[in-house]
C-alpha cells in the first residue's frame, strides 16, 4: 500500500512554536483590526468602559469583568468576520444558504452585545448613579 505524502507548501511544521504562534496571532489580530471597522468601535467602547471603571473605582474584580466582557465581544466579533472571509471566498455568488449562515453567525456577536450591554449596566450603573447623585 502507497503512502501518499503531501508536499503543500503552506503547511505547518510538525513542532508547535510558542512563539511563531504568538507572532502569527497578533498579524492576525492587527490584519482584523485594521480592516473590520466594528472592531474598531468595540475596541474604543470597550477602553472607554474600563477607563469609566477605572475613573469611579470600581472593585479590582468589577473591572475584570468589564475586562472579560469587552475581550469576550471582541474574540466573537472577530469568529464573526472570519466566518464571513471564509463564506466569501468559498462562495463568492450570493448564496441564500451561505447568507443564513453569515446572519447566524452575526446573531453570536448580537448575543454578546446584549449580555455586554446588561453587564455594563449592572456594573457601571450603580456607581454612576452614586456620582451622579453625590452619595458615598
Known sequence: MAVHRRTDVSRRPQSWNAVRSARDAYSGLLWVVSRTPSLKIGIVAGVVVVGLGLTLQLAPIQVAVLVLTASSLLAVETLNTGVEMLCDH????????????????????AFCEIGGLIVVLLVLGPAIFRWLTHQP
Open 90 to 109: 468559498v462562495t463568492p455568488r450570493p448564496d441564500p444558504v451561505v447568507g443564513r449562515i453569515k446572519d447566524v453567525a452575526a446573531a453570536a456577536t
